[in-house]
């Protein structure tokens, strides 16, 4: 006897925060929708960190790297505002450059961010602020998001979502119009009109059985909890907002532990090619490094950072650091969303808007409003990494919502 395969019209794999906010903002747009995920429940890979940071790109990176932060920013402070801890963080300036407040405020002004987002900020101000007594970017509205439980609201019961768990899709196939779903043993799992894929780093190996490579690359990362005694010196020093630059900081906790000792969480290892979960203690040395650095404390004494606990993850990169989200032009009604690398809050943000618009074949117009244009969405796109993408010219942000290919050059110094 022939087993149909449960037919749905959207299904997207994986439950991490990618895949349940385009879930979601499907759900919200009145679609059907069915989210698979090979665990147990969603948020079970890189998405179970509790402690993820979100702030505009300000640096000197790829102007559309930061073009694209400061839309992804707003897209994610609009959708998560209620819910992230917004305790403000602060970037402080490059040591060993000549710090001009004036020209820092220019830039910032030039980014399209306005002083409620983003304020250059003196060494005294930045004290009163954070606690560290360094030039720099006062963030006020950058915050922390808890993937975990975000993603639990997200996909709260509702009529037209369908949740299957522990369900594993090793490839896709195409028939007729409709894509199936492929398990390990070629049987055929469901069926679907449109498939969104967020797997992450599986997204390479579930792509290859259609005959597309993606340059996809793990990046091993730990964040480290670490617990100080009340008595330390250290706890002069810990700082009261979050700090980003090189690796960044939540604020301290003082009296967090119930011997009066502070949490403090610091991150983190940034391991190139690994993927490997178990937790290292060269991880817990190196973000003790990184904390003395964050709060410019050089003399500080790191063995009174106690690792008290760990988070570890696979993060997904591309070979040019930009995320990849949009849909697949070599076959239509497949989208995807992967290599948020270490800007998950703000890239699923956005990719939610992108998807949305291609798997509903609607205008951008509310991405067009913040500043989304062309280049943007070609930057993004699953087409940037293969042959002839430089080749087409660029077409109006309307013709991409139907399904013409328009394909865009790629800005090889994208980071
Ligand atoms: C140490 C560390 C610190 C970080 N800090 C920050 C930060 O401060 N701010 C920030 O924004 N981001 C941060 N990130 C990055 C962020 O955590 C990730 O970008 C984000 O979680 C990736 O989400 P995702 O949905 O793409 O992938 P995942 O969360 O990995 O989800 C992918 C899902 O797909 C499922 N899946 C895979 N293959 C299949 C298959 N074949 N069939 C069915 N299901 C499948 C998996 O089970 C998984 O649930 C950090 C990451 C690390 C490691």
Not at 239 to 248: E, L, Q, R, V
Request: aromatic content about 6%; proline content about 4%.
């Amino acid at each position: 006897m022939k087993i149909i395969p449960q037919h749905h019209e959207v299904v997207v794999i994986g439950a991490g925060i990618a895949g349940a906010t385009i879930t979601n903002e499907l759900l919200l747009k009145g679609q059907k929708v069915c989210i698979v995920d090979a665990e147990s429940g969603p948020a079970k890979a890189c998405s179970s960190h509790a402690f993820a940071i979100a702030h505009p790109h300000i640096g000197r990176g790829s102007p559309r790297l930061l073009r694209l932060t400061r839309i992804a920013f707003l897209l994610a402070a609009e959708r998560w505002g209620g819910q992230w801890q917004q305790h403000g963080l602060f970037q402080a300036a490059k040591t060993g450059e000549i710090f001009d407040l004036q020209k820092l405020a220019e830039h910032l002004c030039g980014l399209g961010l306005d002083q409620a987002i983003a304020r250059a900020v003196s060494a005294d101000e930045a004290l009163a602020l954070c606690g560290v007594k360094r030039n720099g970017t006062w963030f006020s509205q950058g915050a922390t998001l808890n993937l975990a439980s975000t993603i639990e609201g997200l996909l709260q019961p509702h009529e037209n979502l369908t949740c299957i768990w522990d369900l594993q899709i090793s490839g896709l196939k195409k028939e007729g119009n409709l894509w199936m779903l492929i398990g390990r043993d070629k049987e055929v799992l469901l069926s679907a009109r449109k498939v969104v894929v967020a797997a992450s780093l599986e997204t390479k190996l579930l792509l290859s059985s259609i005959g597309i490579r993606l340059p996809l690359r793990p990046v091993r990362g730990q964040l480290s909890i670490f617990k100080i005694d009340a008595k330390n010196k250290w706890i002069s020093y810990l700082p009261k907002a979050g700090i980003c630059g090189d690796g960044y900081c939540l604020p301290a906790e003082r009296g967090f532990f119930s011997d009066g000792s502070a949490r403090w969480i610091v991150g983190s290892s940034f391991d190139e090619g690994e993927d490997d979960l178990g937790a290292r203690n060269s991880s817990d040395d190196f973000n003790r490094d990184l904390a003395k650095n964050l709060i410019a404390c050089e003399s500080g004494d790191t063995s009174a950072l106690e690792a008290s606990g760990r988070f570890v993850g696979i993060r997904c990169v591309a070979g040019d650091r930009l995320p990849i989200i949009g849909k697949l032009n070599q076959h239509p009604n497949i989208f995807l969303a992967t290599a948020l690398g270490s800007r998950g809050v703000l890239w699923s943000a956005l990719a939610a808007k992108i998807i949305r618009a291609q798997v509903l074949d609607e205008g951008f117009a509310l991405l067009e409003r913040l500043g989304f244009a062309t280049d943007l969405l070609a930057a993004l796109a699953p087409a940037r990494f293969f042959a002839g993408a430089a080749l087409v010219p660029a077409a109006p942000l309307a013709a991409l919502a139907s399904n013409s290919k328009p394909i865009f050059p790629p800005d090889p110094k994208a980071r």
